[in-house]
């Protein structure tokens, strides 16, 4: 399997995406980005961060205090990587119409097909 696929998937998973979406906003704590995603696991999300740190992609920062308070921020690298998401996530809202009447006119040709 080519390295480059494995950094796709992360980055483009349902939660990688909704993750760069979330930190290119701000840095957030667990809890305030769980909220932020919302619909995602404690556990999916605790999964996606700890994938995405250890590509460089998400920073995470644990402060030594009580109660344990840690911040996540994205990287040079994870910003680069949440433009190009952003960038994807416009064209596709963009193209919303072309792709439903694409879909119609290929439903009504399975259709009519014998």
């Known amino acids: 399997m080519c390295p480059s696929r494995s950094i796709l998937e992360h980055v483009t998973s349902r939660w990688g995406?909704?993750?760069l979406a979330a930190l290119a906003e701000r840095t957030y704590?667990?809890?305030e980005l769980r909220r932020a995603v919302g619909g995602v696991s404690?556990?999916?999300?605790?999964?996606?961060l700890q994938t995405l740190e250890r590509d460089g992609i998400v920073?995470?920062?644990a402060h030594p205090v009580i109660p344990p308070r840690v911040d996540y921020s994205l990287t040079p690298l994870g910003q680069e990587a949440a433009d190009l998401v952003h960038a994807l996530a416009r064209w596709t809202e963009g193209r919303?119409?072309?792709?439903?009447a694409a879909r119609v006119a290929y439903?009504?040709?399975r259709a009519e097909a014998p």
């Open 29 to 31: 704590r667990f809890s």
């Open 17 to 19: 995406v909704l993750v």
């Open 59 to 61: 920073h995470r920062d």
């Open 96 to 100: 919303v119409p072309e792709v439903e």
């Open 107 to 109: 439903d009504v040709r």
């Open 42 to 48: 404690e556990k999916m999300l605790a999964q996606t």
